[in-house]
């Protein structure tokens, strides 16, 4: 039996989830949870995609194109097309031709986006230091390494 397939299946003396189910069940709810806690304290107005895309744009040195920012954040270009639309609306970006191509168009994050994300980030740091404060370190860096390890597996 291969470790997936026993990783499916409960123990015989047990009434646990099996591994797998258990496993996917707590990083969804964990998920759900954490988008909630987020959501709820975000500046009014601003959505968790927004902000999560601002965060991404900040840390940029160069512009990307719609397509690279879809592919990144594994959305449809109809999805990502939405959330650039209403951050644009917002001033939160701006979206140029590109120069070189007349096809693409390239996105950067504006001023005003960046004051946007950094009164975002100050809304939500006070859950950040609340949940983190409650976690062993130990346990939170062996949690992330696994963490990592269990996205890229997903993206394989």
Same mark, same amino acid.
């Given at each position: 039996? +291969?470790? %997936?397939? +026993?990783?499916? &299946? ?7 989830? $099996? ?12 998920? /759900?949870?954490?988008? #909630?806690?987020?959501?709820? +304290?975000?500046? &009014? #107005?601003?959505?968790?995609? @927004? ?8 840390? /940029?040195?160069?512009?990307?194109? $719609?397509?690279?920012?879809?592919? %990144?954040? @594994?959305?449809?270009? #109809? ?34 986006? !960046?004051?946007?994300? !950094?009164?975002? %980030?100050?809304?939500?740091? $006070?859950?950040?230091? !609340? %949940?983190?404060?409650?976690?062993? $370190? ?17 993206? !394989?």
């Amino acid at each position: 039996m +291969s470790a %997936v397939t +026993s990783s499916l &299946k409960p123990s015989d003396n047990s009434n646990e989830d $099996p591994i797998a189910i258990a496993l996917f069940s707590e990083v969804l709810a964990s998920e /759900q949870l954490m988008r #909630g806690r987020l959501s709820r +304290s975000l500046p &009014k #107005g601003m959505e968790l995609s @927004h902000f999560i895309m601002l965060n991404y744009l900040s840390r /940029q040195t160069k512009e990307r194109t $719609p397509a690279q920012l879809a592919r %990144v954040f @594994h959305l449809t270009k #109809g999805a990502m097309t939405n959330t650039l639309g209403k951050l644009e609306s917002y001033g939160y970006i701006h979206i140029r031709p590109d120069w070189d191509d007349a096809r693409r168009k390239l996105v950067a994050i504006s001023n005003a986006g !960046d004051r946007a994300r !950094d009164e975002a %980030v100050l809304a939500i740091t $006070p859950i950040f230091e !609340d %949940v983190m404060g409650s976690l062993n $370190p130990n346990t939170l860096r062996e949690g992330l390494r696994f963490l990592r390890e269990f996205r890229t597996a997903l993206e !394989d």
